[in-house]
């Protein structure tokens, strides 16, 4: 006994010294003033709830049902200068819930006002708020009666005023922590019944990791393109100028190499620019807030852009789709498109600029993709074995999306990528 | 005496520059070439090269699988120096646990490319000591769990392993613990053959992750 007594003493005081703290600290106007404006808002909250159920009671007279949704939106709409209120006094951060106005059509605004659970969880608010009124209420009521009835006919004198003074500071003071809690439930409760719902909090999180994910498949591409266009052409670039400087007489000036050499670069430089003009419209396009149009899955349609821009390059290349694609599913579409891609930057890589065919064929439940480059025009150059570093990466996904691939020299001394992806099961 | 090279990476032009660069050094002879981590296997078997340098991704075998066939075939030759166009810490590290000796950037200045060559092939000092020394720092220690504590090591044996992890030379060493440099020689043999090492950088591997060094 003796050992707790003193300790509780020492917890009250800690207590005591908390709420001190807390009531001077600087947000206490804040806290004051919403603890107060509680009893203006809960009458308010009250009278919207009961505008709620007569409107309720309404709809069984058949005349209601607009005044309900009336009365749902003017909810939600209170909700939202709660969350502000919240903000300014408090300084609680909420995030906004759902925005019904972002909805197409009436129609769509008035079944998302019924059906979000942010208009229900405001409501839910309104109740708190109701109560949290009421218990400011009577804080304040009994705080003013006791006060009132410690004072009432007391005749000050010396002897008594500082225990009385005493007394009613103690009043006021527990008045203040009584306030205090209120506020706090207040703070607890706010944000989740005036934040955004878990279903929200779910979706911006796939949204984030979306763009995590994006932002990952960029720093990858800029790595195997720009990155590595960037490397052969240093290399190519510092032996070509070895080259045209030699170093021991027995080492000759090699302006062939040299020469081609500057050609490699070219091709280099110009792929990577393309590169970095695709990746920068991305950045950009996600820095303007916009869901950035790049990141959209390329689709066969696209196809003729990419080789026009081989091209340009000095790669001559042809495009050939036979049968009906408009039908093959989105992901199938862009598996096709990066076949293409990988296996026209391989012939640039490892052929140089022959002549190189791209074809898309689709049968029935099948979609064939068929990338074909003559002799290699390079004399240093050979068709890679296993091709490009892209080539085991699409040989992955083609393998996941069911399809199979070939790829390998033709009897022609070219070569030939070969990738056919089955359209049945694919999303 | 000049020093047999074989260049590994899928992309020719890197190749061809490579062969022009180094190829115009007295020293070094490039011996064979390899687009893929299995040629790789097959052009070393057949040129018996001192040095590859062996880029990290490629298709049919990458980089690190092919360092550790190649260590596995015979620990003490080729060495194996890796080329990378970025410092990715988690390959760089694997192709070194693999049993690189060391690695440079495909972008470093040729004098520096010729330099590590040198270096890997003497094994007189760690390639990038400070990068190579940080990054197993940084490794090793997360993955040394159950790691066999290192064997009986004599007190100089110790300085000298110590001073080894800590990225110095030979010449070094040398200098720092007042010794003869083929005294600190015979120090770093009886030291790496102790920890069944190949090579400094192994030996700085086994350091980190028997814990006798902490990041």
């Not at chain 1, 852009?305 to 290349?317: I, K, M």
């Not at chain 2, 011996?31 to 040129?47: F, K, N, Q, S, W």
């Not at chain 2, 015979?74 to 990715?88: A, G, N």
Request: proline fraction near 5%.
């Amino acid at each position: 006994m003796s050992s707790t007594f003193p300790r509780s003493g020492a917890e009250i005081a800690a207590g005591l010294r908390r709420v001190l703290r807390t009531a001077a600290s600087p947000g206490w106007p804040g806290r004051l003033l919403y603890a107060l404006a509680g009893l203006p808002i809960g009458a308010l909250s009250l009278a919207l709830y009961f505008a709620l159920f007569g409107s309720v009671v309404a709809v069984i007279y058949g005349i209601g049902l607009l005044l309900v949704l009336l009365v749902l939106a003017t909810i939600r709409g209170f909700a939202g200068l709660e969350r502000e209120l919240a903000r300014t006094l408090l300084g609680v951060d909420i995030a906004a819930g759902e925005r019904i106005r972002s909805q197409r059509g009436l129609l769509g605004r008035v079944r998302r006002l019924v059906a979000s659970a942010g208009t229900w969880r405001a409501v839910g608010w309104l109740g708190a708020r109701v109560l949290l009124g009421a218990a400011t209420l009577a804080v304040l009521f009994f705080g003013t009666v006791l006060c009132a009835g410690l004072t009432a006919g007391i005749d000050w004198n010396v002897l008594n005023a500082l225990p009385l003074l005493a007394l009613l500071t103690l009043v006021v003071l527990g008045a203040l922590v009584l306030l205090d809690l209120v506020v706090r439930v207040a703070t607890a409760v706010a944000p989740r019944l005036l934040g955004p719902g878990a279903e929200q909090q779910i979706a911006a999180l796939q949204h984030s990791s979306r763009r995590l994910a994006d932002r990952n498949r960029l720093a990858r591409d800029l790595h195997d393109t720009i990155g590595h266009a960037l490397t052969a052409s240093l290399l190519q670039a510092t032996a070509a100028r070895r080259t045209l400087t030699p170093a021991a007489a027995d080492r000759p000036v090699q302006p062939e190499f040299a020469r081609q050499a500057l050609q490699h670069i070219e091709t280099n430089t110009r792929a990577a620019l393309a590169e970095l003009d695709r990746v920068l419209t991305v950045l950009r396009a996600e820095e303007d807030g916009r869901d950035p149009a790049p990141f959209a899955a390329p689709t066969l349609a696209d196809l003729e852009d990419l080789l026009a821009g081989l091209r340009d390059g000095g790669l001559p290349v042809a495009l050939v789709v036979d049968g009906a694609t408009d039908d093959v599913p989105p992901a199938v579409q862009e598996l096709a498109y990066r076949v293409v891609q990988e296996g026209t930057t391989n012939v640039l890589r490892h052929a140089g600029t022959p002549l190189t065919v791209a074809q898309v064929l689709r049968d029935g439940d099948v979609l064939a993709v068929r990338v074909t480059n003559e002799r290699a025009s390079q004399l240093d150059s050979r068709p890679g074995p296993g091709g490009g570093r892209g080539l085991a990466g699409l040989r992955e996904r083609t393998a996941a999306a069911g399809g199979t691939l070939d790829a390998g020299p033709t009897p022609s001394g070219g070569f030939e990528l070969l990738v056919v992806l089955p359209l049945a099961g694919a999303r | 005496m000049t020093l047999r090279l074989v260049l590994v990476d899928d992309d020719v032009l890197v190749r061809s520059g490579l062969r022009v660069i180094l190829g115009s050094e007295p020293d070094l002879t490039v011996v064979g070439e390899a687009g893929t981590g299995r040629e790789a296997l097959e052009v070393a078997a057949d040129t018996d090269p001192d040095v590859v340098l062996m880029d990290v991704r490629m298709p049919d075998m990458d980089g690190i699988a092919a360092t550790a066939a190649l260590v596995a075939r015979d620990p003490q030759r080729p060495r194996v120096l890796v080329l990378t166009t970025f410092e990715d810490d988690d390959y760089l590290f694997r192709s070194l646990q693999a049993g690189a000796s060391g690695f440079a950037l495909k972008r470093s200045d040729p004098d520096e490319l010729v330099d590590a060559i040198r270096i890997v092939a003497r094994g007189s000092s760690l390639v990038l000591p400070d990068l190579t020394r940080r990054l197993i720092a940084s490794h090793a220690p997360s993955r040394a769990r159950g790691a066999a504590a290192l064997p009986e090591l004599t007190g100089r044996e110790a300085d000298v392993l110590r001073l080894v992890a800590g990225g110095l030379s030979n010449a070094e060493i040398a200098a720092e613990l007042v010794l003869a440099r083929e005294t600190v020689k015979t120090h770093v043999s009886s030291v790496l053959l102790k920890l069944g090492a190949r090579d400094r950088t192994q030996a700085v591997i086994a350091a980190y992750e028997s814990g006798f060094m902490t990041a």
